[in-house]
């Protein structure tokens, strides 16, 4: 018969460091706790945890904030407990050195954050989703008052959070102080582009939908944010471009106001040519695509007389092919070369 398996030896076999004194089973169940933080903290950052989190009606930022932090107050909290275990308790109460916070308080604040962050997200999409799109205003319009107002609650939410947090906010004086130093030095280019992104959304010079050319950069506005803009090109590649080169730079909107806009197609034809047949072919290549306006009507201009051709101009107007100028201008091409 096999007798009781002795495991006094877990606690009774000590050795010391850091000035304690530790137990074999106290060790193992703080590595064990760590474990199970670890393990949890991985699975709260799993895509199937994010996506269920987006299927209850999250947006994707409060989703991947919300995850982010509380695995890490998981990983830190099993941390905390193990040490507990350990023998080493340790006192949420005391203040962390240099902040007048608590670790409780500093739990806290994380966590409500967390929920500002997403009542901002819910209150942009709520107001966009249920009053505005019924409101009749210019959809551009619709969007930047949410994304103003989503930034209005998450100001508003974080500094109720700090207040009702037990933070005196007097004492973020010196904080603040260095802040404004460090906006002036190397965030300066981060409060330009929040500076410029919320002058884009007052004044509107861009609006999502518009097809806009900024330096080398063409294609269509697909979203506007606080510090970016999104661009996606012809070739469907999207370009995030800082909201100030939009403010500092020439911006050419080819959607801005009247949506017509006239394409000029350069042609050159040898000397002796006969003119008024290449006049009459050339207005009738314009008027043959299908996105040419028939008013005004497509026209001829005699550029001038070239080192070894005659250089004319094709002028015609279209008011959906903005979007596509390329391909306009190339169909334009192969129907005047037929």
Not at 32 to 48: C, N, P, Q, W
Not at 158 to 165: A, G
């Amino acid at each position: 018969m096999i007798g009781a398996l002795d495991l006094t030896w877990l606690e009774t076999t000590q050795f010391s460091a850091l000035g304690r004194v530790f137990s074999v089973a106290s060790l193992a169940a703080f590595l064990l706790t760590v474990l199970v933080g670890f393990i949890l903290s991985r699975v709260i950052l799993s895509d199937r945890v994010r996506l269920l989190c987006r299927k209850v009606g999250l947006g994707a930022r409060v989703v991947d904030v919300g995850t982010t932090a509380l695995s890490l107050l998981v990983f830190l909290g099993s941390i905390f407990v193990g040490l507990g275990f350990a023998g080493v308790p340790v006192d949420w109460t005391r203040k962390v050195p240099g902040l007048p916070l608590n670790g409780e308080q500093i739990v806290r604040i994380v966590v409500l954050i967390v929920l500002v962050f997403w009542l901002s997200g819910r209150s942009k999409s709520l107001l966009y989703s249920r009053f505005l799109k019924r409101s009749g205003m210019d959809r551009a319009l619709q969007y930047a008052i949410s994304q103003v107002v989503g930034y209005v609650v998450l100001i508003i939410g974080i500094l109720l959070v700090f207040q009702n947090s037990g933070l005196d906010l007097s004492t973020l004086a010196v904080f603040a102080g260095a802040l404004g130093v460090g906006l002036g030095l190397g965030l300066q280019n981060i409060a330009s582009n929040f500076i410029s992104g919320l002058v884009i959304l007052a004044e509107r010079p861009i609006k999502i939908g518009d097809r806009v050319e900024v330096g080398e950069l063409a294609g269509m506005v697909t979203e506007i944010h606080a510090r970016s803009t999104t661009i996606v090109t012809n070739d469907n590649i999207s370009m995030i471009v800082p909201n100030s080169r939009f403010i500092e730079e020439t911006v050419t909107n080819w959607s801005h106001g009247d949506p017509k806009v006239r394409f000029r197609i350069p042609v050159g034809v040898a000397y002796g040519s006969d003119v008024p047949l290449l006049r009459k072919t050339l207005i009738a290549a314009g008027k043959a695509h299908p996105s040419t306006l028939p008013k005004p009507e497509p026209d001829v201009f005699f550029d001038g007389f070239g080192d070894s051709s005659l250089n004319f101009e094709l002028v015609v107007w279209s008011d959906e092919m903005s979007y596509r100028p390329l391909r306009y201008k190339s169909d334009l091409n192969f129907a005047i070369d037929r």
